[in-house]
């Protein structure tokens, strides 16, 4: 039977990551980032990456990367997830990675690319809708919206017509999007004319795509939860220590049925999550099944919970101060990236042979 519960190494590496967001990237300096229009907390991701060595964790070490599992990236992402930091973690180190270990690894071209991800000196970034789930069919296309973190790559993987091919991002054109989560920026990006090299042709390539894909959404489901986690217990804080009426407002036995609830679909969530990341690290033949469970379950909980966290904060948690609404837009925002819960659920019943309903039935 398969172990989820977390070893002491990523104990270790969650309080190491846990430690150096909460010194260089707190709410505070969020919020403040945010003001300037550009979320990204300057030298962060050079810590993150180069000096804990987390971009790299995916990367086998011939290729100078940390050669850990889809587990120990899972609880980064835990981590990312209950600081709602702005990093190109999800869309460099696991997406554009996964997606890279899954082409010709003996190729030099994909071999050098390895390489410079896995020391944090390159950030790559899948060109792809953030939106687009694992059982799409990829778009082989130069004019690309809604790519996540591509404000701050700095090379693109472009599908085209005739293969995968990595593109110098400072040749392409950008233009901001007005993203709901404001720590995840979303550009719509223009990659015509513009030179690149090539990677691998076009059928391993969309499946190379599908594969990034797939590990994005599986480890998705990891930030949800963290995101979750952080949620609950600022909310059980400020209910202990926020008094009404001479009693803290958590002892009101409406209050804590709703945050009991909370805590049992956190329970559960975390089951998921966890499933998933070890079903990507053991290569499970049903991990595509795996991951569509955690999606379609961890969305919803991160949402719900983030929305408690908001409510029960009371007229606190609606101020732009209060860190709750990067969260509750970080949940909203991560619930339709990588496919909706409803397009993950018609995989599960794809998946296990239950399709869904004759019309008029």
């Known amino acids: ?46 810590s993150l990456a180069g000096e804990i060595g987390t971009a790299g964790l995916l990367v086998p ?8 599992s889809h587990r120990e990236a899972a609880v980064v992402l835990e981590e990312l997830g209950r600081a709602v930091t702005p990093v190109p973690f999800l869309t460099g180190a696991v997406m554009a990675t996964e997606t890279l270990l899954a082409l010709d690894t003996e190729s030099a071209p994909v071999a050098e690319l390895l390489d410079a991800l896995a020391n944090g000196r390159t950030v790559a970034v899948l060109a792809v809708p953030f939106s687009t789930a694992p059982a799409a069919e990829p778009e082989a296309t130069d004019t690309v919206t809604a790519v ?9 993987l472009v599908l085209r017509a005739d293969g995968l091919y990595a593109v110098p991002a400072a040749g392409a054109r950008t233009e901001a999007l007005t993203p709901l989560d404001l720590t ?30 797939l590990t994005g959404a599986g480890l998705l489901a990891s930030e949800q939860l963290g995101l979750a986690e952080w949620c609950l217990e600022e909310t059980v804080r400020h209910t202990r220590e926020r008094y009404q009426f001479n009693r803290p ?3 009101f036995q409406a209050l804590k049925h709703r945050m009991a609830q909370c805590w049992l679909e956190v ?16 290569a499970d033949p049903d991990a595509a099944l795996t991951v569509a469970v955690a999606q379609a379950y961890c969305a919803k ?8 966290c908001v409510q029960l904060h009371g007229g606190i948690g609606m101020t732009w101060e209060h860190p709750a609404h990067l969260a509750l837009k970080r949940a909203k925002s991560a ?11 018609d995989t599960i019943a794809s998946l296990v042979g239950l399709p869904a309903p004759a019309a008029g039935v």
């Not at 329970?267 to 990341?277: G, Y």
């Not at 619930?335 to 659920?345: I, N, Y």
């Open 249 to 251: 407002v958590g002892s």
């Open 267 to 282: 329970v559960n969530a975390r089951a998921a999550a966890r499933a998933a990341a070890d079903a990507l690290a053991t």
């Open 184 to 213: 995840r920026p979303l550009s719509a990006v223009d990659t015509s004319g513009v030179a690149g090299t090539r990677l691998a042709d076009e059928r391993p390539a969309r499946a190379a795509i599908r594969r990034g894909l």
């Open 61 to 68: 070490e011939k290729f100078g990367g940390q050669g850990a």
């Open 335 to 345: 619930q339709v990236a990588l496919g909706s819960a409803g397009s993950h659920q």
């Open 301 to 308: 909980v991160a949402v719900h919970v983030a929305e408690e």
């Open 148 to 156: 996540a973190d591509a404000a701050c790559a700095d090379v693109l």
């Open 1 to 46: 039977m398969t172990d989820l519960l977390y070893s002491g190494t990523e104990d270790d590496l969650r309080a190491t990551v846990r430690s150096l967001l909460a010194d260089r990237a707190g709410p505070q300096v969020l919020l403040g980032r945010i003001e300037t229009g550009d979320p990204y907390v300057p030298g962060l991701w050079k």
